[in-house]
């Protein structure tokens, strides 16, 4: 899964759960960016790349999701 991809997985899980998403591009250096759900945020590097598995799952765990809420 790309940085965008997963983006678009946590816009749709918020839509349906009915809480706020953002990603603000100018939070980060370079491409990374904040993506905040809720009152919770992660970072999301390069939109681009791919997302490695313990990234993944890191960044699922700082917004308080697990693997199934992103399939």
Do not use: C, N, W
């Amino acid at each position: 899964m790309t940085g965008t991809e997963f983006i678009r997985r946590i816009q749709r899980l918020g839509r349906t759960r009915g809480v706020e998403i953002r990603f603000e591009s100018r939070v980060g250096k370079g491409s990374h960016g904040r993506l905040h759900y809720g009152d919770r945020f992660t970072t999301v590097k390069d939109r681009k790349k791919e997302i490695s598995r313990p990234l993944l799952a890191a960044m699922l765990t700082q917004l308080g999701l697990s693997r199934k809420d992103v399939q």
